[in-house]
């Protein structure tokens, strides 16, 4: 062992306040692993909520681990040193579970890298009695288990509120109960939420396709998402301090889930229903941040949705605390809120229209309009707000070659607006390819192939070159394909991508995949029939795959989604009596 990522680790945490530690022995030991960095990993809310939950019990310790940053990396490769947690430096295998939260796609490669590091077997199938038990959860745990179901033992579908107590119930019976390794994933299995991959057998037709995934005995036909009702019952909050981190904020959950209806986003059907959390309890967290002095990020879908959005602004500033959102949506920002960003410092002001033309936009159900962008401008600029961004994706289904002309044209027209009302900074559009996402309306479409996505960067990038005050970011298209080959990838992918993370990252998993005989555009440029069988049917998310049928016609008619309201029962999750199946 390393002394000096060893004294690394203790001044980390001799900094930090609010964490926990308690002495050895005693309690269960839950590693819980952030597959990126302590610098990133720290501003994932997520994270913090179930680092409390689980140090809240009784018998339960729960300790941090990180990604080595690029400084430390070589040296833990060089020394061998395996990965140690923040709070006593202790090895990751000597953990009895190890907990993954994971959050994105390219994260995966770094989930199979902190466990090589560690010297934990990276195979399931691999471990024993002796051996961690390895679970995962988080967004992408959710939506699509399956390039992960060789690595992981068992998966959290849901929110972690909803499942993880009871997982760690089912896994403290099962130890007094001296249940073997088969016995306790058997056992976990029972608990509403739980995905264990071991217990359901995928097969594939001679074209490569999906053609069944039979559950094993015991195992349920399919996993149900759990969700969490009342938010006011499980705060959700920053509980360690650092400024070691990239926001450097605060963080509160003002809401969660999204009844917006945008036709892409993952999120937006898999976190229904929307729910807010009362303006009391909001306000309550903000107090308890006073001792801190730090700058409150408030979370959710869309700040801007929250119904008491200018109540918590002068509540936040009433307390002398300054203040930052993670997103709001144009169609509904107000004056108090952007007046309230601009007098805790905020430069840029950053809309997401995510397509120029109006036909896209309906495409995608995404309800903002022109109108509405001009309209922020306008308040940020009297707010004095020198810099705008405007989020934008490319390759979307539909899409033509005036969608891409109208992306330019609204760049310049904004711009124009901007000089207009006397805002002298930026406008930077940050484009990202699309990648079509599990459980989405756009779940069967492909993925525009690279040279598409070439044509585009650089259409957008030749044209408004000439403007001094407009920036082009984009999205890697190399990327963005594997970011679409892990989100709607089998467990066929975890060979390749096992020796892409043990070699050279995300790089080499196209490569890798080749050499094992899977052909990349099976995952990507392939169009899916809509009765084709998908490697997450087995999860239920609550409404059917009928459901996203027709939302998927009414897309290709350019027809609009009403935002979700009290009663609803369209889609089923809300109470309907739409069957609870994805077949």
Known sequence: MDHRLKSGLQERFAKERGAYRYPVGGRTRFALVYPNTYFVGMSNL?????????????????????????????????TQTPMMSVETQTPLADFAVIGFAVSFEMDYFHLVKILTLSHVRLYASERGARDPLVIAGGPCATFNPEPLAEIVDAFVIGEGEAIVPALMDAYHEGVRAGDDRDSLLHRLAQVPGIYVPALYAPSYDGTGKLAAFTPKEGAPTSVVRQWIENLDAYPAHTVV????????????????????????????YCFRRPRNRSLALIEEEVRAALPYGKKIGLMGAAISDYPEINALCRSILGEGLSMSVASFRADSVTQELVEALAASGLQTLTLAPEAGSARMRAVINKGIEEHHLFTAIDLGAAAHIPNFKLYIMVGLPFEEDADIAAIIDLAERLRLHMDEKGSRGMLTLSVNPFVPKPFTPFQWMPMADKKRLDVVMKTITQALRRHKKIVVNFESPKEALVQAILARGDRRLAQPLIRAAVRRGAKDLISEM??????????????????????????DMGFTKRYLQQEYEKAAALKATPDCFDGCVRCGVCGGKAERTNK
Do not use: K, Q
């Open 514 to 539: 080749r050499a094992d005989g899977l052909s990349p555009d099976s995952y990507l440029v392939r169009a899916w029939a809509i009765d084709d069988l998908l490697p997450w049917e087995h999860l």
């Open 46 to 78: 997520g994270l913090h909520i179930i680092y409390d939950l689980l140090n809240r019990r009784r018998d339960t310790a729960c300790e941090r681990f990180f990604l080595p940053d690029r400084t430390e990396l070589p040296r833990y490769e060089r």
């Open 241 to 268: 301090v650092t400024e070691d981190t990239e926001f450097n904020l605060y963080l509160i959950e003002t809401a969660r889930g999204c009844g917006r209806h945008c036709r892409f986003c993952m999120a937006g």
